[in-house]
């Protein structure tokens, strides 16, 4: 009989069960719920500790099964079957095993599909196929490499032992690989190069260096661009950002001083072209002595976030503009701002995009934050304490050896929980003892994150992103009561386009009927909706054309309601204008008409920088309506405000009284008897900003317009 790889891992399984090992434990050792949360440790066990990374692929065919890194027992790639229940390992796909001499699994690991899959040793890149196992070639990382220029030393270093100190260095043999992602054709590994690990640590440049990925054999060549060389020391990790990116984290040089890393350099990230092989941009965030795991990064690119190895606190990049959000100065407090207070491991966002999960080591435990507030909240209400998945430290009945369990890398399933599999959507490795914590984050109590965000008033507004309390001492946690959500004075963009529903009055009150004329109404009539449904002119400015679909669906965007993403992430599904462009939505069904206080609604795609309460990238029209689609009256829109204001988030609606794309979220609302109209059956959109120029998405970006005051049609 051939001895196959998973034949190999099962056999060593199970000669290793009960002294080393991995295998599953039936039944699970606790299943403790936590509010609407469901925590079980001990879902799968491995045979050694501090297993070092988790993948679910977002790929068809993959999205239910974890590849996890374990470090021995064995060495290599676990596949974990998540559809399994008690979990096993899966029996279609393999993973791999890493031979002796090619050394000892970092953590980075890439999958491309199921026939392609990447992983990092401390010497050695394995190119595998993750369903049988076999393994296309390993590529040896240890070849010495010469600098084109000197370059600096994190500090002075007698390099070569002969009594001299140097300051800079230009040939050295790369080590501790940290980062691994796939762009354009090429895989990018980065390394270290520290020259003494130890305190007081001392670190030759980081650099990164690229691979050719070919389709067969030899599988990976070095490419011919020279080593990237950092902008900070010490780049631990790599992620590939959705425009193509490669974005690199450098976490500076640390020292470990009574068990606390202490940041020594720099820390920040380099933004690195794919096609040049060059760093195009770097943002600096001091000596924060950032995590060594890839960030989390928003399904549009528009933001990373970042955690810290030292503080309790997280640090936010706005990728578009290439800026620090928060920092050092202004962080996303998890548990506390001193040196040493915290390893905040790993984030992961959810699958809908409101929530970031933090992995906190020194407390074993996951913190939620609401990414949909105005502020970003740690510990909302839909949450009623940290997701605990072990110990701190410390002797207590519960833990008698008073051994720290520790977090170390977390995942979130692919796919909508509930609809495409049900079961836990967040998952967590531990360090002492190596398992697999499951987390349903829903429980019995819903989606969280689906539901309506919370609102400041809920959060008790503050002038800076909330802290977490301390942590409880014990694993069981005792919920608290969400606020009871209150009427809002105008419909959100958020529900999905297919289910649409009226638009509420800004403020219920009830409607008079005139004496003469139609009757006023805040609901549709029978077999009518509230929005937009048929665009009778459009007429494209230069840079514009985003959203535009194909013959006979042209303008399916702008119809029916809003889809908005959040107040920090704006919707894609829209239709930009152009520089000038002009769009004439027509409404069919139900008529604007002048009521109580707002008519009619405009849903462009604006958001909020992070944090923040200002917009950072305006995209301004002027609104007009009509009766017969010919003669239009325009509201009153002015800018007060010089475009390209300076700083990162510059405006305000306060900058564009009268003008829609404005209002994250809510829309920007009209009413009629400003321009003395009754009732209008045509709306006119004009870009007046002509913000954005690149890829189709200059202009004004319309998502919907909605009816809040409407007729039946006369």
């Not at 800076?464 to 309390?469: L, R």
């Not at 054309?545 to 107040?567: D, M, Q, S, W």
């Amino acid at each position: 009989m051939e001895l196959t790889p998973k034949l190999i891992l099962l056999t060593a399984t199970l000669a290793s069960c009960g002294g080393g090992g991995l295998y599953t434990e039936t039944p699970p050792e606790t299943t403790v719920s936590a509010g609407p949360v469901q925590i079980t440790r001990n879902a799968f066990l491995f045979g050694s500790d501090y297993p070092a990374e988790i993948v679910i692929p977002d790929i068809d065919g993959m999205q239910g099964t974890a590849f996890v890194v374990s470090t021995e027992n064995p060495a290599g790639v676990v596949a974990i079957d998540l559809t399994a229940s008690p979990l096993a390992i899966s029996m279609q796909f393999t993973g791999v095993l890493i031979a002796p001499g090619h050394g000892y699994p970092r953590g980075p690991l890439v999958i491309q599909g199921t026939d392609r899959a990447f992983c990092l040793t401390s010497s050695h890149l394995i190119d595998f196929n993750p369903t049988t196992g076999a393994i296309h070639t390993t590529i040896p990382l240890t070849q010495p490499i010469t600098l084109s220029a000197q370059a600096p030393l994190s500090s002075p270093f007698d390099i070569d032992g002969n009594g001299t100190t140097e300051t800079t260095i230009t040939q050295f043999t790369p080590n501790y690989p940290g980062g691994l992602a796939a762009a354009h054709g090429k895989l990018y590994v980065s390394f270290s190069n520290y020259l003494q690990p130890l305190s007081p640590a001392v670190a030759a440049p980081g650099i990164v260096r690229a691979y050719n990925i070919h389709a067969g054999a030899p599988y990976l060549t070095p490419s011919a661009a020279p080593p990237i060389v950092t902008s900070a020391y010490n780049p631990t990790a790599l992620a590939t950002l959705p425009d193509g990116t490669v974005l690199v984290v450098n976490s500076g040089v640390n020292d470990i001083v009574d068990a606390n890393t202490v940041p020594r350099t720099d820390a920040g990230v380099d933004f690195v072209d794919p096609v040049t092989d060059a760093i195009a941009d770097s943002v600096n965030l001091g000596p924060v002595a950032l995590s060594f795991q890839p960030p989390a990064v928003t399904a549009d690119g528009a933001l990373a976030f970042l955690p810290s190895a030292s503080y309790g606190e997280i640090y936010a990049v706005d990728l578009a503009n290439r800026k620090a959000l928060f920092t050092h100065e202004n962080p996303i407090t998890i548990t506390g701002n001193g040196v040493g207070e915290d390893f905040l491991t790993d984030t992961a966002i959810s699958a809908a995009g409101g929530f970031l999960f933090v992995g906190s080591f020194t407390h074993s435990a996951v913190y939620p934050i609401d990414l949909r507030a105005i502020i970003p909240q740690v510990l909302p209400p839909a949450f009623p304490g940290p997701i605990v998945v072990g110990f701190p430290v410390g002797v207590t009945p519960e833990n008698p050896s008073g051994v720290n369990t520790g977090i170390g890398a977390i995942a979130i399933r692919p796919g909508t929980p509930d609809t495409d599999y049900t079961g836990p959507d967040l998952f967590a490795l531990t360090g002492t003892p190596g398992t697999l914590v499951t987390i349903n984050t829903r429980g019995s109590g819903g989606n969280p994150d689906v539901a309506r965000p919370a609102t400041n008033e809920e959060h008790s507004e503050s002038a800076a992103p909330t802290s977490a309390p301390n942590p409880p001492s014990a694993p069981e946690l005792t919920p608290k009561p969400a606020p009871t959500p209150q009427p809002k004075p105008q419909p959100t963009p958020s529900a999905p386009k297919p289910t649409p529903k009226p638009a509420p009055t800004p403020q219920p009150k009830p409607q008079p009927t005139p004496s003469a004329g139609p009757t006023i109404l805040t609901d549709p009539p029978p077999g009518a909706d509230a929005y937009a449904d048929l665009v009778t002119s459009f007429t494209k400015g230069s840079g514009g054309g985003f959203g535009l679909g194909p013959a006979g669906k042209e303008y399916e965007n702008v119809l029916g309601p809003p889809t908005g993403g959040n107040l920090y992430v704006g919707s894609t599904d829209v239709l930009s204008l152009g520089c000038g462009g002009e769009i004439v939505i027509e409404m069919n069904d139900f008529w604007i008409a002048d009521g109580p206080g707002a008519d009619f609604i405009v849903f462009e795609n604006p958001f909020y920088c992070l944090g923040t309460t200002k917009i950072g990238w305006p995209d301004i029209g002027a609104v007009g309506v009509s009766n017969d689609g010919v003669s239009f009256v325009e509201f009153t829109c002015t800018i007060k405000a010089a475009k390209n204001a300076s700083g990162l988030c510059p405006y305000t609606p306060a900058h564009f009284p009268g003008c829609a794309g404005t209002q994250p979220v809510e829309g920007n609302a009209f009413d009629l008897a400003n321009i003395k109209m009754t009732t209008a059956r045509f709306v006119r959109i004009r870009d007046v900003s002509c913000n954005g120029q690149t890829s189709q998405k200059a202009g004004f970006d319309l998502d919907a317009i909605s009816v809040v005051n409407g007729i039946a049609p006369q």
